[in-house]
């Protein structure tokens, strides 16, 4: 989320605050009591609302057989995870294949088709691939607890950063990609996420200790403004400001997650590296 520089109209804020809280409150009801392969479902459907954004801002068109065959597979890699990693791993490699062959038996021309691949190709990682890290971490033991940390460290990023932008900001952080960004906002939102991360492992993660949780935090909080600045930049490749309208106040599902897709992703590795 970009940090402004400026203050924002009071009814912009109210509009997100309106939408994001709601949501916040029900993911975390949906993590803590749906069955996990229901969450897998959600999960599975939102990596294909994902992948829909992002094949409209990145190749714009009639929707042709390709297109359709991008969602799908986001969605199928995506609850390829709820069987573990190395499961997510070969469904997205075989659907990486796919793709190929659909755009390449769908194209008149093999250099277009190629060029056409690569691009559904990326999104089909970003989308199916980064939403199936949050299926494995679902599955590994006390995944949803591990899970809700991850989002906490993220959100909290999220929310320092725009307060801190918004009082402190000065310093760009990326002006060519998000003009909003600031350094003083990231630095902030990091020191937030990091002491959250800690409290959050003091009390609900016994087997990872205060100092360990801030520092995964911090990890995660600068991680996810890369994600965020990665998904920005798409947006200003395809010259749109929004990855798209299904959140009043937010945009996309992509506006929303791109921080979390990535910082997720991140933690589920350090998670199998470190904790295994």
Not at 17 to 35: E, V
């Amino acid at each position: 989320m970009d940090q402004p520089t400026r203050r924002r109209p009071m009814s912009s804020l109210a509009v997100r605050a309106a939408t994001g809280l709601p949501l916040a409150a029900a993911a975390l009801a949906l993590i803590l009591l749906l069955p996990l392969w229901v969450l897998g479902l959600i999960i599975a459907g939102l990596a294909g609302l994902a992948m829909y954004e992002y094949t409209r801002m990145v190749l714009p068109g009639p929707w042709r057989l390709p297109a359709l065959a991008g969602v799908a597979l986001a969605g199928l890699v995506s609850l390829a995870g709820l069987a573990g990693g190395a499961a997510a791993l070969a469904a997205l490699v075989l659907g990486l294949l796919a793709l190929v062959l659909v755009c390449a038996l769908s194209g008149p021309e093999l250099d277009d088709a190629w060029t056409e691949a690569l691009k559904r190709g990326w999104g089909l990682a970003y989308c199916g691939g980064l939403f199936a890290a949050l299926t494995v971490l679902l599955g590994l033991p006390g995944g949803r607890v591990l899970l809700l940390f991850a989002l906490t460290c993220v959100v909290a990023a999220d929310v320092g950063a725009y307060f801190a932008g918004h009082l402190w900001g000065k310093h760009k952080l990326a002006p060519s990609i998000s003009p909003g960004k600031t350094i003083e906002g990231v630095a902030g939102g990091a020191a937030l996420a990091a002491v959250l991360a800690a409290v959050f492992a003091a009390l609900w993660l016994p087997a990872t200790s205060a100092g360990a949780g801030a520092l995964a935090g911090l990890v995660l909080a600068l991680v996810s403004v890369g994600g965020d600045l990665v998904e920005s930049a798409l947006k200003r490749t395809a010259g749109v400001k929004d990855s798209g309208v299904i959140l009043p106040g937010h945009g996309g599902i992509l506006d929303r997650v791109d921080g979390i897709l990535a910082g997720v992703a991140v933690f589920l590795l350090l998670r199998m590296l470190l904790w295994a």
